[in-house]
T-cell receptor, first 116, second 113 residues
Framework: GAVVSQHPSWVICKSGTSVKIECRSL??????MFWYRQFPKQSLMLMATSNEGSKATYEQGVEKDKFLINHASLTLSTLTVTSAHPEDSSFYICSARAAGGPYEQYFGPGTRLTVT | AQSVTQLDSQVPVFEEAPVELRCNYS??????LFWYVQYPNQGLQLLLK??????LVKGINGFEAEFNKSQTSFHLRKPSVHISDTAEYFCAVIPRVGFKTIFGAGTRLFVKA
């Protein structure tokens, strides 16, 4: 089946530093990838949608200069949290939709970010 | 615009009992419907989906859901739950003319021994 991986699964970083999270579709090509943020006991909040080779589309209220998204290939998208602050601590989940395939999204296992 | 309402934030149930997790949606256009499950500290896994055809959809782990267009509902059911079914369940819709998934707030299913 379609598998999406994320790396790292958890990361701790100091306030003011940047951290990069990778999202890979392992056995299919993903023309569209999504990045979500999830707070404890809450639903997923869509941050941005990225299409391979083009700029990401950010949701209202999401700072594009803080959350840099790059979708460099059909199997890789990255989210970089720049100048991280403790309030950026969260669970970040990516998902991917296959090119021309079914409508469901395949989700990565998530990345737990803790900013100290 | 679309919205998804999961009517119960938490559902406690005893092992081997039946369970129904309720989901209603609102949309001015036709939608595709999905149920996902999330185990602690993990991503989401697709349980089942309704795209077209038969309104009764069977998914993994013994779950099924029924699409009711007149009531705009897509309730998830399982006749006999296990401890391992304890998780967060999300109902979601995608408009047929769009691609953005709209998630409900989630329902925490807690199966007790």
């Amino acid at each position: 089946g379609a598998v999406v991986s994320q790396h790292p699964s958890w990361v701790i970083c100091k306030s003011g530093t940047s951290v990069k999270i990778e999202c890979r579709s392992l056995d299919f090509q993903a023309t569209t990838m999504f990045w979500y943020r999830q707070f404890p006991k809450q639903s997923l909040m869509l941050m941005a949608t990225s299409n391979e080779g083009s700029k990401a589309t950010y949701e209202q209220g999401v700072e594009k200069d803080k959350f840099l998204i790059n979708h460099a290939s059909l199997t890789l998208s990255t989210l970089t949290v720049t100048s991280a602050h403790p309030e950026d601590s969260s669970f970040y989940i990516c998902s991917a939709r296959a090119a021309g395939g079914p409508y469901e999204q395949y989700f990565g296992p998530g990345t737990r970010l803790t900013v100290t | 615009a679309q919205s998804v309402t999961q009517l119960d934030s938490q559902v406690p149930v005893f092992e081997e009992a039946p369970v129904e997790l309720r989901c209603n949606y609102s949309s001015s256009v036709s939608v595709y419907l999905f149920w996902y499950v999330q185990y602690p500290n993990q991503g989401l896994q697709l349980l089942l989906k309704y795209l077209s055809g038969s309104t009764l959809v069977k998914g993994i782990n013994g779950f099924e859901a029924e699409f009711n267009k007149s009531q705009t509902s897509f309730h998830l059911r399982k006749p006999s739950v296990h401890i391992s079914d304890t998780a967060e369940y999300f109902c979601a819709v995608i408009p047929r003319v769009g691609f953005k998934t709209i998630f409900g707030a989630g329902t925490r299913l807690f199966v007790k021994a």
